[in-house]
T-cell receptor
Framework: GAGVSQSPSNKVTEKGKDVELRCDPI?????LYWYRQSLGQGLEFLIY????????KSGLPSDRFSAERTGGSVSTLTIQRTQQEDSAVYLC??????????FGPGTRLTVL | AQSVTQLDSQVPVFEEAPVELRCNYS??????LFWYVQYPNQGLQLLLK??????LVESINGFEAEFNKSQTSFHLRKPSVHISDTAEYFC?????????????FGTGTKLQVIP
């Protein structure tokens, strides 16, 4: 595709439910990043993938958060047992290694 | 570790007036510097970046930023703003030599251009 796509664009869930957020990076981009944009916190780095491996997971806030990438392409961010403080916009970005990151439109997650 | 400070959360400015959005950073190593822009209801877009070489970098829509190592600043300027520049602007840094860009963002500055 022409750019990074993310789905769903909006997700409303109840506290305690699990959610999966999807990212489709730009074709050929081997690097993939997840960020979280929340009120009062700004943009926070969550995890970095190079191919299918994640050498930097340092930004994942708790063990309820996990992510995987398959085929060096699509990535899924999973949040288990969602809490209200997980409400945020989750952004995905992709790039060639070490190059400029291109961001997707984000998934707005609301936990009731 | 690095950090980015954008002291101004909102900057109102009249159309055709000049504007400066301030950014200061802290890092123990050399960094790359970026400005990203987020237009209403749109995703983040790279506006300009400093990697090396000339300390003054420009965007295609008239913005410029100057890397000042001694003051650890990377302020964004435009001599004459347009209504279409209304957006939120994020300053960001990443450490050199890491092999990938683990970007640290500032909290953003909302630029409101007043007709």
């Amino acid at each position: 595709g022409a750019g990074v796509s993310q789905s769903p664009s909006n997700k409303v869930t109840e506290k305690g439910k699990d959610v999966e957020l999807r990212c489709d990076p730009i074709s050929g981009h081997t690097a993939l990043y997840w960020y979280r944009q929340s009120l009062g916190q700004g943009l926070e780095f969550l995890i970095y993938f190079q191919g299918n491996s994640a050498p930097d997971k340092s930004g994942l806030p708790s063990d309820r958060f996990s992510a995987e990438r398959t085929g060096g392409s699509v990535s899924t961010l999973t949040i288990q047992r969602t809490q209200q403080e997980d409400s945020a916009v989750y952004l995905c970005a992709s790039s060639l290694v070490g190059d400029t990151q291109y961001f997707g439109p984000g998934t707005r997650l609301t936990v009731l | 570790a690095q950090s980015v400070t954008q002291l101004d959360s909102q900057v109102p400015v009249f159309e055709e007036a000049p504007v400066e959005l301030r950014c200061n950073y802290s890092s123990s190593v050399s960094v790359y510097l970026f400005w990203y822009v987020q237009y209403p209801n749109q995703g983040l877009q790279l506006l300009l970046k400093y990697l090396s070489g000339s300390t003054l970098v420009e965007s295609i829509n008239g913005f410029e930023a100057e890397f000042n190592k001694s003051q650890t600043s990377f302020h964004l300027r435009k001599p004459s703003v347009h209504i279409s520049d209304t957006a939120e602007y994020f300053c960001a840094v990443s450490e050199q030599g890491r092999g990938y860009q683990k970007v640290t963002f500032g909290t953003g500055t909302k630029l409101q251009v007043i007709p």
